[in-house]
Every structure is written in C-alpha cells, then in structure tokens.
C-alpha cells in the first residue's frame, strides 16, 4: 500500500489515518452541535416548529437587559472557592500518599472511587445523607451534636455550602490522581540528593515538587474555574436549583427545554462559553506572567 512512498510520505499518511477517526469525532460531537448552538441563538424558536425566525441579537440583549439572568451566576462563587480547596486536599494527599507509606493501594483506591461513580448515583446517595433526620443528622445526633443539625438541603444560607462539598467530594480524586501522576514523574535522583543536603519534608515540596507540577497545578485551576461556572449534574439532580441552588447552567436549560425558548437558551449557553474562555485566556495570561 505505502510501497511507492516515501517514508516521510508514509509517515504522514500513518499520523493522518490515526487522527482521521477521532477528528472526525469531534467535529460531528462538538463543533457541529456548537455551531448550531450559535445559529439557533439568533432565532426565535420553540425547539419542536418548523418555524423559525430570525431575531438577530434580540436573544442577546434580552438577557443583558434582564439582571435576573446572571443572578444565578453568583451561585458559582462557592463552587470557585469549592474547587480550590478540593485542590489542596488533592494535592496534600498525593504528595502524603507518594511518600513512604503503607498501603498506598487502598488509599489510591478509596481516594479515586467517588470519581468513577455515576453522578446520578451520588446526587441520590447525597440526597438520603443530607435529608432531614438522614444519615448526617443520625451521625450528629450519636456524637451528642445536635444542635449543630440543619436543613442542608432546604436552608438557603446553607444549601450551596453542601452542595459545593458534594462536588468536592466528588472531583477530589479526579485532582489526586493527576497530581500523583506529577509527583511520580520526579526524578528519583533529585530527592535522594535533597535528602543528603538534609531537605526537610516541607522543603522538597516547596523547592521540588511544586516548581515540577506547577503546570499541572495551572491546568487543575483552569478546570476548576470553567467547572465553577458551568456547575449543573449535581444541584440539577439534587435540587433542580430549589432554594436559591439555581445555577447559570440550570437556567439555561429550563429556558431552553422547560419554557421552549430554544433561541434564548442557545443564547445563554453561548454566554457561558464566552465566559469559560475568557476565564481559561486570563488565567494563561496570569501564569504567563508569573513564569
């Protein structure tokens, strides 16, 4: 087949067949559906009619005319701080768990496990945990702390909070294992020589190992970031947004399929990929400066 070619030829043509089926892929999956998405912004259409019409940028101003449109967006902000925090305890403990101790298997496991599970499954599961008199209320009220019982799910000064450390709970592994990955990647010979100049166990991770995962560390927060914004499985699921839980993402849905409202929900979900881009490019810029 490749006889008549040279191998440069060759080679591209390898490097070609291999990436054909997953380009392909993603332009059917993603940059198909996504231009659609931008088309169907700019009409007036209730997703089921054959009639369309054109509306050009009314969708647009009709949400910067409304402020309650981004109300929803300030519920990102415990989901923001949520994700820097799932960060530290990703980090801590793959920095505790490469190191000299015992059954790392298990930790690896038990840490990594709440990532493999549906998010379906964990909404439900975090639904009977926090419901009134649910599993944590029976645990407070055994360990004689009572009064420290709430309606996390249906207080509006505390729902955010719970649900934030559910998604915590559950992207920590994600987190975890990647750093771990990092860490490993560490040359050996490096700590052996920090341990001979008598490098405390701060001193390597202040002076190794976060100058080596600084990347890694850079693109966590970039997801972390756009997973803030665009929040929607876990309060959709648990909550359908009830009790000041609404999210940008969950509004945009209810625009697009509750109220048939296709155009303004396309709308809004262009919004929200604006947003995610700009946050991802500052957040480029600000480690490009920092390097």
């Known amino acids: 087949m490749f006889g008549k070619l040279s191998y440069k030829k060759q080679e591209k043509v390898v490097v070609f067949l291999f990436l054909f089926i997953p380009l392909l892929f993603l332009i059917i999956f993603t940059f198909l559906p996504a231009i659609n998405m ?37 519920n990102s902000i415990y989901y923001f701080f949520g994700g820097f925090i799932q960060l ?18 298990i930790y690896k496991a038990i840490l990594f496990f709440p990532y493999l599970l549906n998010g379906v499954a964990i909404s439900l599961i975090f639904i009977f945990f926090l419901r009134p008199d649910g ?26 909070y719970s649900l934030s450390t559910v998604s915590i709970w559950r992207y920590v592994g994600f987190n975890f294992i990647i ?62 947004g ?20 296709v ?6 979900a262009v919004i929200v990929l604006i947003i995610v881009a700009i946050a991802t490019i500052f957040e480029k810029v600000f480690f490009k400066e920092a390097d």
Do not use: C, R
């Open 38 to 74: 931008i088309y169907y912004s700019f009409i007036d259409w209730n997703g089921y009619s054959v009639n369309k019409t054109w509306v050009g940028f009314a969708n647009y101003i009709e949400i910067f005319k409304n402020p309650n449109y981004f109300l929803a967006l300030k």
């Open 88 to 105: 530290f305890i990703a980090f801590y403990f793959a920095v505790i768990i490469n190191g000299k101790l015992k059954g790392k298997s």
């Open 135 to 160: 599993t944590l209320d029976t645990i407070l009220n055994m360990l004689g702390m009572g009064q420290f019982i709430h309606l996390w799910l249906g207080n509006e000064k505390i729902i955010n």
């Open 179 to 240: 750093f771990l990955g990092a860490i490993q990647s560490i040359s050996g010979e490096v700590m052996e020589a920090a341990d001979l100049d008598g490098a405390t166990e701060w001193q390597k991770v202040k002076y190794i190992v976060l100058p080596s995962v600084k990347k890694i560390i850079e693109l966590n927060l970039i997801l972390a970031v756009s997973g803030a914004i665009s929040v929607f499985e876990i309060p959709y699921i648990m909550t359908g």
């Open 242 to 261: 009830a009790n000041g839980s609404n999210t940008f993402v969950i509004q945009t849905v209810n625009t697009a399929f509750k109220f048939q409202q």
């Open 263 to 268: 155009g303004l929900g396309s709308a809004m």
